[in-house]
């Protein structure tokens, strides 16, 4: 494995007391409960840990899922219970960014260590993602590919990683998905995340089936992260 990517790879959704990796979004299944697992990551390296948070804030996540939460709801909440949880290994070496995209870039927090002292500035910033605008997945790629691009230069034998979470529906900039997918970049993996139940998942399962990425899917935000 190429040491510089995150192995953010056990991510699975819990129906009661059974966990089911998600393969590809079907009408007839019903999803449940996220879970994501950087055990590897947190127990058995110490390698600096850099992730890149994605975060789709268009009108569309605005949108009621079945739980009657909203898409940015979850995103909140899976984000937040995530940053919660490298908060609690101190002396992992595990940093973050926080962007969120429109039609625009919004960087919502600036490349950072969790620390005591910031863990309840970077929720507040969190809980201010709002929904509003159109959705550029192409400009979003393009920011994420540069932004991920200059951190491995600078940062060589770092475990880097994209998080990108969405509902898919594209708006603005292109929707062709081999142009989507010439933006990411080989030198780190994705990881697309699905929010509702009526998200592309074709959007979404195209661009996480390339080398090195993955796609996953929530509807149930309820313990989840």
């Given at each position: 494995?190429?040491?510089?990517?995150?192995n953010?790879?056990n991510?699975?959704?819990?129906?009661?007391?059974?966990?089911?990796?998600?393969?590809?979004l079907?009408?007839?299944?019903?999803?449940?409960?996220?879970?994501?697992?950087t055990?590897?990551?947190?127990?058995?390296?110490?390698?600096?840990?850099?992730?890149?948070?994605?975060?789709?804030c268009?009108?569309s996540?605005?949108?009621?899922?079945?739980?009657?939460?909203?898409?940015i709801?979850?995103i909140?909440?899976?984000?937040?219970?995530?940053?919660?949880?490298?908060h609690s290994?101190?002396?992992?070496?595990?940093?973050?960014?926080?962007?969120?995209?429109?039609?625009e870039?919004?960087?919502i927090?600036?490349?950072?260590?969790?620390?005591?002292?910031?863990?309840?500035?970077?929720?507040d910033a969190?809980?201010?993602?709002?929904?509003?605008?159109?959705?550029?997945?192409?400009?979003?790629?393009?920011?994420?590919?540069v932004?991920?691009?200059d951190y491995v230069n600078?940062?060589?034998?770092?475990?880097?990683?994209?998080?990108f979470m969405?509902?898919?529906?594209?708006?603005?900039?292109?929707?062709?998905?081999?142009?989507?997918?010439?933006l990411?970049?080989?030198?780190?993996?994705?990881?697309?995340?699905?929010?509702?139940?009526d998200?592309?998942?074709?959007?979404?399962?195209?661009?996480g089936?390339?080398?090195?990425n993955?796609?996953?899917?929530?509807?149930?935000v309820?313990?989840?992260?």
């Amino acid at each position: 494995m190429d040491t510089r990517h995150l192995n953010i790879n056990n991510i699975t959704l819990q129906f009661g007391d059974n966990s089911h990796p998600i393969k590809v979004l079907d009408d007839s299944e019903t999803f449940g409960i996220l879970k994501i697992s950087t055990k590897d990551i947190i127990h058995s390296s110490d390698l600096p840990v850099h992730i890149l948070y994605m975060i789709d804030c268009s009108g569309s996540m605005s949108d009621i899922c079945k739980d009657r939460k909203t898409k940015i709801e979850h995103i909140r909440f899976v984000l937040k219970n995530m940053i919660t949880h490298f908060h609690s290994y101190p002396n992992k070496n595990i940093s973050i960014k926080i962007c969120a995209f429109d039609h625009e870039i919004h960087d919502i927090i600036e490349h950072t260590k969790i620390t005591d002292e910031n863990l309840n500035t970077i929720i507040d910033a969190v809980d201010k993602i709002n929904p509003r605008g159109l959705t550029n997945f192409e400009l979003a790629l393009k920011t994420s590919s540069v932004y991920l691009a200059d951190y491995v230069n600078t940062h060589p034998g770092d475990q880097v990683s994209q998080i990108f979470m969405s509902d898919g529906d594209i708006t603005e900039g292109s929707g062709h998905m081999e142009t989507l997918a010439s933006l990411m970049n080989a030198s780190h993996n994705n990881i697309f995340v699905g929010y509702g139940q009526d998200h592309n998942s074709h959007i979404m399962f195209g661009l996480g089936s390339h080398p090195g990425n993955d796609y996953k899917f929530i509807d149930v935000v309820e313990r989840a992260g």
